[in-house]
């Protein structure tokens, strides 16, 4: 009697608690219609072609810049083989080249930040071809800037933003 009893109660707790397991209803996730993944498509492409366009911008700016700091780099640095300069004139020349590789630096890095992006979305990988290089064309700009050829820094620059602007030309 004892065995029936045990086996009545144990039926009993153990049934509910599978009946509660088993209405949970399992639903597998149903693929986003066309219309979304084509928005979701385009608002990826459109934020990769604005942070293409910031690009050009800056370094558009940035070149536009460096036209003036290169000539007086240069003049300076023709007054210094003189000695004409004064050393507050060496030391703001020196200042101004650490600025100037420092800001190809600061291009290099969100130029190498972009085209990872453009890698790993699968939105932008079509057009990671095009982007592909520019951060190379960048560290290229970096070390002219590092061995005092601005005007040659200037020049890899202009071919970076050469390539950002076939990047958004795609894009469009």
Same mark, same amino acid.
């Given at each position: *009697? #004892?065995?029936?009893?045990?086996?009545?109660?144990?039926?009993?707790?153990?049934?509910? %608690?599978?009946?509660?397991?088993?209405?949970?209803?399992?639903?597998?996730?149903?693929?986003? %219609?066309?219309?979304?993944?084509?928005?979701?498509?385009? &608002?990826?492409?459109? @934020?990769?072609?604005?942070?293409?366009?910031? &690009?050009?911008?800056? =370094?558009?700016?940035?070149?536009?810049?460096?036209? /003036?700091?290169? %000539?007086?780099?240069?003049?300076?640095?023709?007054?210094?083989?003189?000695?004409?300069?004064?050393?507050? *004139?060496?030391?703001?020349? @020196? @200042?101004?080249?650490?600025?100037?590789?420092?800001?190809?630096?600061?291009?290099?890095? /969100? $130029?190498? #930040?972009?085209?990872?992006?453009?890698?790993?979305?699968?939105? =932008? &990988?079509?057009?990671?071809? #095009?982007?592909?290089?520019?951060?190379?064309?960048?560290?290229?700009?970096?070390?002219?800037?590092?061995?005092? @050829?601005?005007?040659?820094?200037?020049?890899?620059? $202009?071919?970076?933003?050469?390539?950002?602007?076939?990047?958004?030309?795609? *894009?469009?």
């Amino acid at each position: *009697m #004892k065995l029936i009893a045990i086996a009545v109660l144990t039926a009993i707790f153990v049934i509910p %608690s599978s009946a509660l397991g088993q209405t949970r209803r399992r639903t597998t996730p149903r693929p986003s %219609s066309p219309t979304a993944t084509a928005q979701r498509t385009a &608002q990826v492409r459109t @934020q990769g072609a604005t942070r293409v366009a910031e &690009q050009i911008k800056l =370094l558009t700016r940035f070149t536009y810049l460096l036209g /003036g700091v290169t %000539s007086g780099i240069a003049q300076v640095d023709e007054a210094v083989r003189r000695n004409e300069a004064s050393p507050a *004139m060496v030391q703001n020349n @020196q @200042q101004s080249k650490a600025r100037v590789r420092s800001s190809i630096q600061g291009f290099r890095d /969100g $130029l190498d #930040k972009l085209e990872i992006d453009f890698r790993a979305t699968p939105e =932008l &990988q079509p057009y990671y071809i #095009k982007l592909a290089g520019v951060a190379a064309g960048a560290a290229t700009a970096e070390e002219q800037a590092g061995a005092n @050829q601005f005007d040659a820094a200037g020049r890899s620059l $202009l071919n970076v933003i050469n390539r950002l602007t076939d990047v958004l030309l795609a *894009m469009r």
